[in-house]
């Protein structure tokens, strides 16, 4: 059977990724947890949530999945929040941390360039303007709401990464898709019906790949 | 353009089925968690909050299978709150599928246990629930579910929360609970302007114009409450169209 691997670093609550690609798959696929870099090895598809500072997040991804950059390059890769923020160069959270560089661009703090009237974390539901027709948007509303926890935003630096935007005082790259990767700020697991279609898409999407 | 204000309903849990009359005419089992969670998912609650009120200590356990059930069908946040006392209760309740945990008594008491779950897990998953009464000097904090009178002040409790690293406050006006009169919206916007962190208000909606109040005048970013949904009054579908009709940026 294939399996949907959710890689796990210890930082962040799984129950809600788990069941929500458990969900959304049908049964067709074993979502697993991957502690372990040989644990991904057997993995048709790699998602990477993820909560908390990048600093940390990078610190343990490094060390128990020294492949993992090799992996993301080569399987259907879903990131969602760190798991999002971490493959661009470089993050500005705790002075500044080097990530895997897959996508161009730095994630900064929201707090450094927005209005002082508006709350950091940027936390709820904001709207997602989507940039790119692609099948990862299939029955989903060109600008929809989906559900945000975060205090540091990326910029993606080439419009050709970018899958869609989202406004809190200034315009953030919510989401990117390149080659077999898709990641985004946002926490589908968490935004309702319009997060689930999102999965859903991301697993044809991923069939289609190969 | 800001972050969409979030309109949250609560339910109360005895032993794990939901009490206090729901009144949905298509529910077969009004008691279910799930079943009701489900309802207010399609109805486009932004988040639904779970208030724990078991008085035993033997059906506490309970609220733990009641979040884990809901977490596997509901797929929008979910806070859980009531009787948690410890860092292990608030692990406990996120590792069940909880996304936020509110405390009350257990942050007045142990203030230190604010710090220690945003170190451990971060600002996100911490709401500090905090009831308050109008004296005459000041609005004072009270605990144990309203029982117990303290002589915190709430607007620097508030800060002190927020400085010890609350992601949230739920700020329930006592003085308002239950009379449908609307929000105290003095009070809450004093300390929403002070705070940068989200303020809930809670407490005295009887009206969809009150949620609207609790938003334009007391500055709230998000609206919980509980009777006026649960008797089938009004549907947050129409509670979301009021607002939006009036200018507010809902989901």
């Known amino acids: ?16 990724v788990i069941k929500s690609f458990q969900k959304v798959s049908n ?11 040989e644990d991904l090895k057997k993995a048709s598809m790699i998602v990477l949530p993820g909560q908390g500072a990048a600093k940390s997040c990078m610190q343990k991804l490094t060390t128990n999945f020294p492949r993992l950059h090799e992996h993301i390059l080569n399987k259907p890769f879903f990131g969602i929040c760190l798991g999002f923020q971490i493959l661009f160069e470089r993050s500005y959270e705790d002075n500044g941390v080097d990530c895997l560089s897959i996508i161009k661009g730095s994630v900064n703090d929201f707090s450094k360039q927005i209005s002082q009237d508006l709350k950091v974390p940027h936390m709820g539901w904001n709207n997602v303007e989507q940039k790119k027709d692609h099948a990862i948007w299939s029955n989903i509303p060109r600008t929809s709401f989906f559900y945000f926890v975060h205090s540091y935003y990326a910029s993606a630096e080439s419009k050709e990464d970018i899958s869609s935007t989202t406004t809190y ?9 390149k080659d077999n990767i898709f990641a985004c700020q946002f926490h589908p697991e968490k935004s309702s019906k319009y997060g689930l279609q999102l999965i859903s898409n991301f697993i044809t999407w991923s069939e289609s790949l190969k | 353009m800001s972050v969409a204000k979030r309109i949250i309903p609560c339910l109360d849990v005895d032993k794990g089925r939901v009490v206090k009359g729901i009144n949905f005419i298509d529910i077969v089992d009004a008691g279910d968690p799930v ?20 008085a035993s200590h033997e059906g506490r356990d309970n609220i733990l299978g009641v979040v884990e059930q809901v ?21 406990d ?5 909880a996304d936020k945990v509110t405390i009350n008594t257990a942050a007045v008491a142990n203030p230190d246990l604010i710090n220690e779950v945003t170190d451990k897990i971060g600002r996100q998953c911490i709401v500090v629930a905090v009831d308050i009464k109008k004296s005459k000097e000041q609005y004072n904090v009270y605990t144990h579910g309203g029982r117990h009178k303290t002589q915190l002040d709430a607007v620097n409790w508030c800060l002190e929360c927020q400085a010890r690293g609350a992601g949230e406050i739920l700020l329930t006006s006592m003085d308002k609970d239950g009379t449908k009169e609307g929000f105290d919206n003095e009070i809450l916007s004093e300390i929403s302007n002070k705070l940068s962190i989200p303020v809930i208000a809670s407490g005295g909606a009887g009206s969809l114009q009150h949620l609207y109040d609790a938003i334009s005048q007391g500055k709230a970013d998000a609206v919980l409450a509980a009777s006026i949904f649960h008797f089938g009054e009004y549907s947050i579908t129409q509670a979301k169209d009021f607002l939006r009709d009036k200018g507010v940026f809902v989901r």
């Open chain 1, 169 to 177: 005082d200034i315009d953030f790259t919510s989401s990117v898709i």
């Open chain 1, 27 to 37: 049964k067709k696929y074993k979502v697993c947890v991957a502690t372990t870099n």
């Open chain 2, 35 to 54: 079943e009701i969670a489900k309802k207010y998912d399609k109805e486009g609650a932004d988040e639904i909050t779970f208030l724990d009120i078991t």
């Open chain 1, 1 to 16: 059977m294939k399996n949907i691997t959710v890689i796990d670093y210890g930082m962040s609550n799984l129950h809600s």
């Open chain 2, 93 to 97: 309740l996120l590792s069940a599928g």
């Open chain 2, 71 to 91: 977490a596997n069908e509901v797929f929008i946040p979910l806070t859980v709150g009531g009787g948690v006392k410890s860092f292990s209760d608030v692990r």
